[in-house]
């Protein structure tokens, strides 16, 4: 789950925490899907400077592409999304489990799985412990 881009100029994470949330984060014994014990939700990291490197480098894929539009800002859609190579991961908040089979969602998520397949790729959308893969058009 490395990331290491810079984030275009026009975006910050701001009140997000889905990252402090969602993923399973080894280095902090923390399972996905629950809060790290160093996060306020929706304000951020109580210990900023000491978080492990694994949290430093990371940034979502809305925070490392500008390819990534407004809408799939994780505090409008309700979705953490990463590269792992050409697999695209989708992490979902619970607490907005349909979402991503929503619009504009669900057709962009199938336009990128299909142009992943070629190279191997596909997208993988997690909620909760429910996975699926989204098959390209």
Sequence with gaps: MMMTH???PDRS????TLC???P???ELD???NTLCRYCVRDRGCTDYD???ATCRVFLCAWMSDADWGPEWDPTVCHMMVYAQGPQLTVLVDPRHPEIWRQEPYFSQL???AAEAEPAGGYVIVY????VEKVQGD
């Design 50 to 52: 000491a978080r492990p």
């Design 6 to 8: 810079q984030p275009p």
């Design 127 to 130: 909620v909760g412990d429910e």
């Design 30 to 32: 923390k399972p996905a």
């Design 110 to 112: 199938k336009r990128r």
């Design 20 to 22: 402090c949330d969602l």
């Design 13 to 16: 994470c701001r009140s997000c």
């Design 24 to 26: 399973d984060i080894d």
